[in-house]
């Protein structure tokens, strides 16, 4: 009976969290063009209207360049910070992590709003590159907690065997860690990369109206009127999401990537 109310009691949280995803599903395929659930007819039109519409197209393209780049660039503000921790027991040397994790714990506006006062006391205030360096800031933590835990399940003796056999640390990173890392790097990647396809505020704090990505287009739209090709990008990008982290899910240890403990820990 315990277990039967546990699977009811499951199946409830699983259907709330899940209905905002089902009726924007429905609102997405009405074939006219009305926020409306139940769907109005069926109509896969305003899924195309992204790839046709040239502002819709724009800002997927603008969405994917902003999130490709600037995953790509925490990850390389994360790696050696990474690297130098796991090879640095020095007290001091927290302070660096804590460096790293402060810009995603503070709330996305504050942050926002001291890249925006930045980017405009420099000069640079709506210049693309500045929202992938800002996008770059405010994800870092996450390759840096993937690639702290990667570093962490090296075995220290594989390194020191590394080093005995005569090779430099840049051979031992080259040869023995980053293959050990690779699947923390390519995680690190993902997840930057989908929370930045997503985010919103940092983006129009430091680009404005320069560059729409969808995000910022989806909320421009909004002042005309709305339109089930709102919803469509809502679906395409929870269907990207969870096809990355699928893709993770299938290829690497999900589990371990998010933090659990092995059975051997």
């Known amino acids: 009976m315990n277990a ?7 199946g409830l949280v699983g259907l709330f969290l899940v209905l905002p995803i089902i009726v924007v599903a429905g609102v997405s395929v009405n074939a006219k063009q009305d926020l409306a659930f139940p769907p109005k007819g069926f109509s896969l039109g305003w899924y195309g209207e992204i790839f046709a519409n040239p502002e819709w197209r724009n800002a997927l393209v603008a969405s994917i360049t902003l999130a ?14 990474a690297w130098f921790l796991w090879r640095r027991h020095a007290p001091w040397a927290n302070v660096f992590q804590l460096l790293g994790i402060a810009p995603f714990t503070l709330p996305p506006v504050i942050t926002a709003l001291g890249l925006l006062t930045f980017w405009a006391t420099t000069g640079f205030y709506g210049q693309p590159a500045t929202a992938v360096i800002s996008h770059a800031i405010f994800f870092v933590t996450l390759p840096l907690v993937t690639l702290s835990l990667g570093f962490s399940s090296i075995d220290r003796s594989l390194v020191e065997a590394a080093a005995t056999m005569g090779a430099d640390d840049r051979t031992v990173f080259r040869t023995v860690v980053l293959p050990l890392i690779l699947p923390y790097l390519i995680s690190g990647y993902a997840f930057a990369f989908v929370l930045s396809l997503n985010e919103y505020i ?6 404005g109206f320069t560059m729409e990505t969808l995000p910022i287009k989806i909320f ?6 709305y339109t089930p090709t709102m919803a469509s990008v809502t679906i395409l990008f929870v269907a990207i999401a969870a096809t990355i982290f699928g893709l993770v899910a299938r290829f690497g240890d999900l589990p371990k990537l998010l933090g659990a403990m092995s059975s051997r820990d």
């Open 4 to 10: 039967l109310l546990q699977r009811v009691y499951f």
């Open 68 to 81: 490709a780049l600037s995953a790509a660039l925490a990850l390389l503000i994360a790696l050696p910070l």
């Open 202 to 207: 940092v983006a129009y704090m430091t680009i």
């Open 220 to 225: 421009n739209a909004l002042r005309y009127g």
